[in-house]
């Protein structure tokens, strides 16, 4: 296992649309290792993929109640609403007010390959909206609502 560098700022990559995963092999799961740790070195509730330079639809998330890992994360349902202050790895000493929904439910793989599902509300809805976004070349700043 391994610390990554996180890209941050203006770093084009993070601008780009990750690529689905078509196989978990070693490399993959590695890429999962190294993005934990990177994420809890950095102090980070969540990590997707193109932060570290890699285009590849992966997140990892821990808000308190242990680590998730989902490969090709996607959305099933979303209800609510919810406005707080979101801040990134990528984004260094910036925050803002976003407004995301109260309760997601993803669908994705988990690290054997088998389809699971991610209910989440509140802080663990935000982390996984967010971290989603970032697979698809969104940033927390390109939300932030102005008051």
């Known amino acids: 296992m391994a610390i990554r560098n996180i890209r941050i700022d203006d770093d084009p990559i993070l601008r780009k649309k990750s690529r689905t995963v078509e196989k978990i092999d070693d490399r993959i799961l590695q ?5 934990i740790d990177t994420m809890y070195e950095a102090n ?8 570290i330079g890699i285009l ?9 109640d242990g680590i998730i890992e989902l490969i090709n994360p996607e959305f ?15 984004i260094p000493n910036k925050t803002g007010n976003v407004e995301r929904p109260r309760f997601v439910k993803v669908r994705g793989l ?23 976004d970032h697979l698809n070349g969104i940033l927390f700043i390109d939300k932030i609502i102005e008051e």
């Open 31 to 35: 890429l999962i290792d190294d993005m």
């Open 76 to 90: 099933v349902s979303q209800s609510g609403s919810q406005i707080d202050e979101e801040g990134c790895l990528s």
């Open 56 to 64: 590849k639809r992966i997140i990892v998330i821990d808000v308190g």
């Open 110 to 132: 988990n690290r054997e390959g088998k389809e699971i599902y991610v209910e989440g509300e509140e802080l663990l809805a935000r982390a996984l909206c967010h971290e989603i």
């Open 44 to 51: 980070g509730v969540g990590l997707a993929a193109p932060q």
